[in-house]
């Protein structure tokens, strides 16, 4: 019969964030697939664990799914865990899990820390809805269409502080000084911060403040009134220009931005 394999979540920071699963499951496990063995180690001397601890990052993971399935067929219980919090969120573990999906094998997860909810639990926000885009690119024209895509909706990303301060720039530019942002470093840490202001006041607390450390970002959604009049009514002239009814308008506008439909269909009534 084939071991178990899990996919285990580990601290963010605090080492006392790991479930009592967790460390019964990794206490059971034959083998430790890890991204950094050295790291793992700490965890596993801290709790007593005594599974053997081998490297899987995603520099190997497809060739080391073939040693850890077979040794699940060969009846071995085997867990991976990344460096910190859940594998598969900005980590590796997604081409793992594939591949012994693949081969019939059962995947458990062992839900536990991760930065992204951590940190969703220290922003209160109007609405459930977000999106989670990973780590923000590095390049500028994609990291602005990217944030441009999601306007509309409570934005969560990764970042590192090295270059915090010119995605801050970004919003700042793009969609207005008093956007409101949260920024939070070191969760879980000695040191964890959680800033929650417009952008402007932000940049201007980086600036006389040292930004060090793990970092996650939310820009809040935009709210439909924020939209400017003049700018909408511009894209409605636009729109009536090249022919498209009042009908359409109203359709392609709602679908585009997610403005209420009366008040795209009063404006296009307005607009000569
Ligand atoms: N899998 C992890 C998780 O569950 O959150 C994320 C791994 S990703 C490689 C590392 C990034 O997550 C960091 O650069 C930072 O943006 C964010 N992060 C991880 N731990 C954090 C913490 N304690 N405080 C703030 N951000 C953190």
Redesign the pocket.
Known sequence: MAGQFYIV?TP???LGDITLRAIEVLKSADYIACEDTRITKVLADKYDIGAKLFDCHKFNEKERSIKIIELLNSGCNVAFV??????????PGCILTDEIIKSGIKVTAIPG???????LSLVPRKTEEFAFI??IPRIKTRRIELLKKYRYVNTV????PNRLMETLEDISEEFGKDTKIAV??????IF?EVKIAPVEEIIEYYKENPLK?????MVFAKEQQDFDEEDLAEKIEILKSEGFSQKDITRIITKLFGINKNKIYNLALKSK
């Open positions: 979540a963010i920071g605090n990344s460096d910190a919090g859940t594998p598969c969120i900005s980590d820390a991760c930065a992204v909810s951590t940190f990973g780590f990303f990764y970042d590192s939070a470093r070191e969760l879980t840490k964890e450390g793990e970092i996650v970002v």
